[in-house]
């Protein structure tokens, strides 16, 4: 099915995924369902752990391809950065996924800001 109309929408949710990242590429927001566009407002990487840093990769899935927004960004103990914010705005169209990848398991979090468009 074709991405809705953005000038005429039959609905606009608000809605936030937060996600523990892995030491392995995992999924932090599943494929985007038929008939539906995610605007992606904000993305967030915390480093929970208190005292090392850890890096933080995320990437755009296609179901066959990983693209890069940021890779491998040195997050520093108790910091939070942003890897992407309001200005910087992006769709996930149908099928499209978030994935990210941490250097160490549970030291990192992400906290991501979207649009649910259909």
Request: with cysteine; proline share 3%; hydrophobic share 40%.
């Given at each position: 099915?074709?991405?809705?109309?953005?000038?005429?929408?039959?609905?606009?949710?608000?809605?936030?995924?937060?996600?523990?990242?892995?030491?392995?590429?995992?999924?932090?927001?599943?494929?985007?369902?038929?008939?539906?566009?995610?605007?992606?407002?904000?993305?967030?990487?915390?480093?929970?752990?208190?005292?090392?840093?850890?890096?933080?990769?995320?990437?755009?899935?296609?179901?066959?391809?990983?693209?890069?927004?940021?890779?491998?960004?040195?997050?520093?103990?108790?910091?939070?950065?942003?890897?992407?914010?309001?200005?910087?705005?992006?769709?996930?169209?149908?099928g499209d996924s978030i994935r990210a990848l941490a250097?160490?398991?549970?030291?990192?979090?992400?906290?991501?800001?979207?649009?649910?468009?259909?």
């Amino acid at each position: 099915m074709a991405a809705p109309n953005l000038k005429s929408p039959t609905a606009i949710y608000g809605k936030t995924a937060r996600y523990a990242v892995g030491s392995g590429l995992a999924t932090a927001i599943s494929g985007v369902p038929s008939g539906t566009v995610y605007k992606i407002n904000s993305i967030f990487c915390a480093n929970v752990d208190g005292s090392s840093e850890a890096d933080i990769s995320v990437s755009i899935y296609d179901g066959t391809t990983d693209r890069y927004l940021a890779k491998t960004i040195t997050v520093p103990a108790n910091a939070t950065q942003i890897i992407s914010s309001k200005d910087t705005y992006f769709y996930l169209e149908e099928g499209d996924s978030i994935r990210a990848l941490a250097s160490v398991a549970s030291d990192l979090e992400l906290v991501i800001g979207y649009e649910e468009i259909s």
